[in-house]
């Protein structure tokens, strides 16, 4: 799919710069895009990051925008996974979890439909875990509602039954370059 992806970080981004016309402008003007390095504030606050994905406009809506936050410490690797925006009326359950947002996919068919999801998912986010003594990195995941995989659209086409192991649905998905946040 060709998901149109924005990411910009900074210090001072404010909920409604990302439904700002030019809120292009704007990311580049109070942060940096995707790719680049976030320098220390001096402030030690938290930085801002202003997210906006469209879907594809032949392809599936959209499903959750997630942040993945990435550092090391004391020689261990972590990785901690932040839905920050997602389509429906949906909320975050006590573990933690974004439930599913359900699925359209007609098996048999190999069809799905646009009556879930969103077309557009935007937001402003501040990490609420941040630690401004380590080197950080961010990237944004989007990831669509369930499709019909490439298997089921072959087992529709040729009348074949799939292996009760192969999935019937994927959930494709956009990938952002990494802002990295280094400190002093």
């Known amino acids: 799919p060709r998901i149109q992806l924005r990411f910009f970080g900074g210090w001072d981004f404010q909920a409604p710069d990302v439904d700002a016309a030019d809120y292009v402008s704007?990311?580049?003007?109070?942060g940096v895009p995707l790719g680049s390095a976030l320098l220390n504030n001096e402030a030690a606050k938290a930085p801002t990051f202003m997210i906006a994905a469209t879907k594809d406009g032949e392809g599936a809506n959209l499903d959750r925008v997630q942040v993945i936050k990435g550092w090391t410490k004391d020689g261990q690797t972590f990785e901690k996974i932040y839905d920050v925006n997602w389509a429906g009326d949906r909320k975050i359950?006590?573990?933690?979890?974004?439930?599913?947002?359900?699925?359209?996919v007609n098996v048999k068919a190999a069809t799905y439909d646009n009556s879930i999801g969103a077309a557009e998912l935007t937001t402003v986010w501040t990490d609420p875990d941040f630690d401004p003594a380590i080197r950080t990195f961010y990237y944004v995941r989007v990831l669509e509602i369930p499709t019909p995989r490439w298997?089921?659209?072959?087992?529709?086409?040729?009348?074949?039954?799939?292996?009760?192991?192969?999935?019937?649905t994927v959930q494709e998905r956009a990938y952002s370059s990494p802002i990295w946040y280094s400190p002093k």
């Open 151 to 168: 298997s089921t659209y072959d087992a529709a086409r040729h009348d074949l039954t799939l292996p009760d192991d192969v999935p019937r």
């Open 93 to 104: 359950a006590a573990d933690g979890k974004l439930p599913a947002i359900g699925n359209t």
């Open 26 to 30: 704007l990311g580049y003007h109070k």
